[in-house]
Structure formats: C-alpha cells, structure tokens
C-alpha cells in the first residue's frame, strides 16, 4: 500500500504532470478569455447597430450618455410628447438610457401598422405581472403562445351577446343597484369607487356566474387585487429581488393571499356543480394545497365555459407546468376591471357635466322600453347611449399610453422607417384621440353625435353640437351607429395583435347597465361639492331615483 501511495506522490510531484496542469489552466482561461471577448464584441456590435439605425429617427439631442434623463411625472411626459411631434414629426425617438430607445407614433396609419406587426408588451410590464399574479400564458409572452387562448376568450365573450338583448343579466345589474341604494343611503359616493365596483361585480359574474354574487369575500377580493397591483410595479423596479425587505415578504403574503381567495371562489364553482371537468391536474393540484372548504347552498352559476376556458393548461398540444393555477383568472379580472371602471367613470362624469344629454337618453331608453315585446332592454337601439359610450372612451382612455416592442425583429413600416428591434414603441392615445385631424375642430369636446350618422351617408357624420330635436331621436330620423374603429385614431381598447379581446362585450355590458341605471336613476353632481376641485378620486355625485 505504501508504494502504491509513494508512486502516486511521485507522479503528481513530477515535472511533466505539473506542466501538463499549467497548461489545462491555460486553455481553460484561453476559452473564457475567447467566450467573454466574442460575447462583448457581440453586444458591442449589437450597441452601434442600435445607434445608426436610431440616428435615422427624428429626435431632440441628447447631451448625455444615460439619455434624457428624468422624463418627469405621466402629465409632463404627456406635453413632452406633444411638444415633440409638434417639432419633429409624426414619429420621433427619445433615449432612456445608452441601450434603451423610446419611439413615439401618432400618425394614425403608422400606428395601424405598427400594431399589427408588434406583437410583445414591455418585459418590465410582464415582469410586475407575473410578481402579482404570476406566470400566465394569455398575458405578457410571446403572441403565438397567447394567440390561442385569446382567440378562445374572444369568442367565449362574444358568444355572450349572440341571441341576447342584455349582455348582463338583470339579477346582476339588480345587485348594483342594490348596492348604489345602500351607498345613497350614507350621502353621496366618489365616482372612482363606485365605477370600480360596478365593472369588478360585471366581471366576477362574467366568469364565475351567479355564485360570486352570493360569494361572502368579494368585497375583500376586489380591495385586495387592486392594491396588488397598485404595488407591482414598485417592486417589479428592483434589478434583483429585494429578498432583505421586510415590505416585500408582506407583499408576497398578499400575493399568496389573493390566490387562495381566487382559488376559494374557483372551488366554490367546480365543487357545487362540476364546473372544471376540463381542468388540468395543475390546477387541482393548487384547490387541493389550498385546502379551502367549499361553500355550500350557493345560486346556481351560468360562468362554467368562461372558467374552464381560462383553466384551460394546454397550449399547442402540451401542458405548461410552470404557470400559475389562477394565473389567467386574475389576469383578467385585474385588466378587464381596469378598462371597465375607467370607462364607467368617464361616462358618468359626461352624464354629470352635461343633464341635457343624459335627460336625451332617458328618453331614448323609454322609448326602446315601450316598443320592446319583452321586458329586457335591447342596447342595439339605444343609439345615443352606445354613441355616448364611444364618445366617452375617446375622451377618457383607458391608459394615455399603448406600450408595444419587437424582441427580435426589426419594425420595417411601408413608408421606410425602421425601428430597431427591442425599441419601446409607445403611442400617445390621449393626445391621438382629440386631434383634430382625425377629429374636426371639436375634437376637445364632448360630442356623442360625431358616432352617428343618418343612413345612407356613413360618410357623413353628424357634428350637430346644438343637439336639435332632429339629432337627438336618431330612431325616428332613421340615424345609423358608426363603428368607431373604421377611424384609426380609435384606441382605448387597442388595436392590433394585442387589442382587448372583450371590447364589444365591454361596450354591452356598460350598455345595459347604463339602460337600467339611467331608467330608475338620475346622476347629478353633489350640490354641496359642486363647485369644488375635483378630488383623486373622481367628482362626488348622487344618485336621485326617479318618480315614474
């Protein structure tokens, strides 16, 4: 044994072993010197491409080399880039940094084209998303993995409105209203809430059907949701998470929290009545970890293929094992109750600011009553409404900003602009949507009239701001609804790849509810805060129920 050992000893001592050592050393430190030289000139030449390709963009100078710095608060940016297209042209470049271009586009056909052929949202905006809610395959990936079960949804919410003259059913507008009582009932309400919780109760019976109206945590869920996704994006900001924060774990506990009440109402569904045939072990693996007890003597539920839809795992014929249970679900409930509310809101305070216009379409609802054989209200004849619908997402979009980028193409428009792959592209809706080129001279003003016109001239569109009896019964006059997205400059929903799958079921939706609101109530302005600045909230206003 002794021997065996000193012949090893002398083997490793000896010369040639220690040179054969060096020189495995040697090539080992040669590779990585070879890789990181290849993988900096790489980036180096991926940063000049970027630089000559941005230079052919109109753009103001940037005197620094981390970009434009500050670009201050949403308000300023907002004036920045109206200043800017103003000076430099439809489209213009602003640096965010040495290796991050921002590209602003207005004209109109441009932007068409640019969303057709950008189809991937911000990475930054993904990431918040999946810190909320986590990873989800209809939300903030790669088109063609979302592609499927967008088209699915689509035609899930579409399928809603097929032979049906309300989209909401009356128990569920009945319940709002039940609800606008009792907050009446304490003096008047902020707009913001109030919109809020119409849109979260909308969407809540939309995917989870008469259960979640009988659900007992509903009110917590929406508080909760909203304040998840307030914070998401403070965190998201962090290059590396920041584990050795103490609001950070508070946050993930929320985050987990909100999960298990979705999970809590998910069960409640498939336990009572079958719902999840169609679901994948994925998901019942998370019900079974959650261990939440069903609840029992609930309504029966009418939202059993919009769930299994969104439950659904597969996605070209495989299971993806690393996305959230209820990922999609919050997804949804979070966005579309966003773009529902906003719209809301922006509706009511047209109504609020303008009692001619509300008192017009009082009328209209009436008379669509009277001629109805049922008693639901069909929204399709209710013109001015859907027109003041349109009128009012023009003026008060969802977001003032669409965000898009192509990770790895270039963006080559039909006019001969180029825009470097993995550019932010951002388009100003707000700013879009009152200008005058796309909109007349009264493009700042709130008009429902410009979506009509008399049948026969579609091109024509009445701009009748003096609201003459003529204009204002577009049923008698044989008046015909425009559809807002023949005019490009039409984006609170989007467009595109990437446009809202629920935009004609949002638009009904808010039609109904408007129907029945409008026929028991009226919405006034809180006298006593009417000559006060608008608040973070919204206007205070009441509800005033009619007498007939």
């Not at 470049?93 to 441009?110: M, N, Y």
């Not at 049906?164 to 009582?181: G, L, Q, S, W, Y």
């Not at 659904?312 to 773009?339: K, T, W, Y």
């Not at 047209?350 to 008693?375: A, F, H, M, P």
Request: proline share 4%.
């Amino acid at each position: 044994m002794n021997s065996v050992l000193n012949s090893v000893n002398d083997f490793v001592s000896s010369k040639s072993t220690k040179e054969y050592a060096k020189k495995e050393l040697n090539a080992i430190l040669w590779v990585a010197l070879i890789t990181i030289t290849v993988f900096s000139l790489a980036k180096v030449f991926k940063l000049f491409r970027l630089w000559s390709k941005a230079s052919q963009i109109p753009g103001p100078p940037c005197n620094s080399f981390f970009g434009h710095g500050n670009l201050g608060s949403r308000e300023n940016f907002i004036d920045l880039l109206s200043v800017s297209h103003d000076k430099y042209g439809s489209v213009f470049k602003l640096w965010l940094g040495p290796t991050q271009l921002l590209v602003s586009i207005k004209d109109p056909t441009l932007i068409k084209e640019m969303l057709l052929k950008a189809e991937d949202k911000l990475p930054f905006i993904g990431k918040a998303f999946r810190l909320a809610f986590g990873r989800s395959s209809l939300f903030f990936c790669s088109y063609d993995q979302a592609q499927k079960r967008r088209e699915s949804l689509a035609l899930e919410l579409n399928g809603k409105m097929l032979g049906r003259a309300n989209v909401i059913p009356k128990n569920v507008v009945d319940c709002i209203m039940e609800r606008v009582d009792a907050i009446m009932s304490k003096g008047s309400v902020d707009c913001k809430s109030v919109s809020q919780h119409m849109a979260f109760t909308i969407l809540g019976t939309t995917l989870f059907g008469d259960t979640f109206l009988a659900w007992s945590k509903a009110t917590f869920y929406e508080e909760l949701l909203m304040m998840i996704a307030k914070d998401a994006s403070f965190w998201a900001s962090y290059r590396v998470t920041p584990f050795w924060k103490r609001g950070f774990w508070r946050y993930q506990s929320l985050c987990t929290k909100l999960k298990c009440l979705t999970l809590d109402i998910v069960q409640q569904c498939g336990k009572n009545y079958g719902l999840f045939s169609h679901m994948d072990q994925n998901s019942h693996n998370g019900i079974e970890k959650v261990g939440i007890k069903a609840a029992s003597g609930a309504p029966p539920s009418n939202g059993v293929e919009m769930q299994d839809k969104l439950f659904s795992q597969e996605l070209d014929g495989h299971l993806n094992e690393r996305e959230e249970p209820c990922g999609n679900i919050m997804g949804v409930m979070f966005h579309g109750c966003i773009a529902t509310s906003s719209l809301i809101g922006s509706i009511l305070e047209r109504l609020v600011t303008d009692v001619e216009i509300q008192d017009k379409i009082y009328s209209e609802i009436i008379k669509v009553k009277q001629g109805s054989v049922k008693e639901d209200q069909n929204v399709e004849k209710m013109l001015l409404l859907l027109a003041t619908i349109y009128e009012s997402a023009r003026l008060l979009p969802a977001g003032p900003l669409l965000q898009r980028c192509s990770l790895k193409d270039d963006l080559i428009f039909k006019s001969g602009v180029v825009i470097p792959a993995g550019a932010v592209l951002v388009v100003p809706a707000q700013l879009l949507q009152m200008d005058d080129s796309s909109w007349g001279s009264d493009a700042s003003k709130f008009n429902p009239y410009r979506f009509l016109s008399k049948a026969g001239k579609d091109s024509d569109l009445v701009q009748d701001t003096s609201y003459t009896e003529e204009a204002v019964d577009p049923i008698q006059c044989s008046f015909i609804l425009n559809d807002p997205n023949d005019n490009a400059a039409f984006l609170p929903f989007g467009s595109g790849m990437r446009a809202c799958v629920g935009q004609k079921f949002a638009i009904h939706g808010v039609a109904t509810l408007f129907a029945s609101l409008l026929q028991r109530y009226e919405v006034r302005l809180d006298p006593q805060l009417a000559n006060n600045p608008k608040s973070t909230t919204g206007p205070q206003i009441v509800f005033v129920r009619r007498n007939s």
